[in-house]
C-alpha cells in the first residue's frame, strides 16, 4: 500500500476557494491517475455535495471519524469520479468544536484515525472557514498546509493570522508541518488591485506560491449544482485546464522534495 500524504486546505476566510480547490485538485490528481480522497470537515458540506453525495447519502461522516470509534477505511465512500473517494461532511460539525474540546487528545482526534499507508496517496481535508478545534485537528493530522489565497487587499494580513496556527501547531504537536503552496485564485487580471496583491504575495511568500494561478470562471462556480468536478462538468473550460495545471505543478513538487 502507497505511503499516504495528507494535505489540509486551510484559511480562515470564507469564499476564497478552498472547497474549490479540495474538489477540482482531487479530481485532477484522479485523472492522473493518483487514487484520492477528500475529507470533509466543513460542516456545510459543499465538496460533498460537489462530489455528488448529497446529505441522504451521507452514512459515516467526518463526525463518526473524529468523535466515534470509528476507522477512515470505514466512513470512506466512493464517488462518481474514478480514483476518488469521499469521507462526506455532517451538519454535527457545526457544533463539534465545543464536544471536541472536553476530550482528551483534543488535536489528535483526526490524526489518530489517519493512516501513514493505505489504499489513498493523498488525502486532502477541505478545512471550515475558521481557525478552531477542526482546522487545527487538520494541520495535527495533515503534513502539509495548502492555503488558497483570494487575491483582494486583506488577504495577506489574514495569511500572517493563518502562519502563526501553523507555528503553533508545529510548536506543540506536529513538528513536521509543511506549507504545501500558496495558490491565487479568482484571479482577474484586468483587476489592478489583484494583480498588485498576486505581486505582493509573491514578493513576500516567494518560493511558496504557486506559479500556477487559478482565474475566476465561471464553470468553476457552476459546477458544483452539477454535483461535479469541473474536469467532468465543462472538461476544457479554463478552470478545468488550470486545477490540472495545478495538479501538475503539486506533483512536480512531491516528486522535489520526496
Ligand atoms: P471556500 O471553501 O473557501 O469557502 P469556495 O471554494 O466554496 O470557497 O468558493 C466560494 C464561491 O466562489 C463558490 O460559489 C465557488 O463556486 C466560487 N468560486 C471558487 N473559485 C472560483 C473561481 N476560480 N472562479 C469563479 N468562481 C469561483
Ligand atoms: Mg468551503
Known sequence: MPETRVIAIANQKGGVGKTTTAVNLAAALAEAGHRVAVIDLDSQGNASTGLGIPPEERDRT?????????????????????????????RDLASVDLEMSNRQGRT???????????????????CPPALGLLTVNAMVGAGSVLVPLQAE????????????????????????????????????NRNNLSQQVEADARNTLSGLVYNTVIPRNVRLSEAPSHAMPVLHYDSNSKGSLAYRELAKEFLSRQYATA
Open 62 to 90: 467526518t463526525y463518526d471519524l473524529l468523535m466515534a470509534d470509528t476507522s477512515l477505511a470505514e466512513c470512506v465512500i466512493p464517488t462518481k469520479v474514478d480514483n476518488l473517494s469521499l469521507v462526506p461532511s455532517s
Open 108 to 126: 489528535q482526534l483526526l490524526r489518530r484515525k489517519l493512516p501513514s499507508t493505505s489504499e489513498f496517496e493523498y488525502l486532502l481535508i477541505d
Open 153 to 188: 487587499f486583506y488577504a495577506l494580513e489574514g495569511l500572517s493570522q493563518l502562519l502563526m496556527t501553523v507555528r503553533e501547531v508545529r510548536q506543540t504537536a506536529n513538528p513536521d508541518l509543511r506549507i504545501e503552496g500558496v495558490l491565487l485564485t479568482m484571479s482577474d
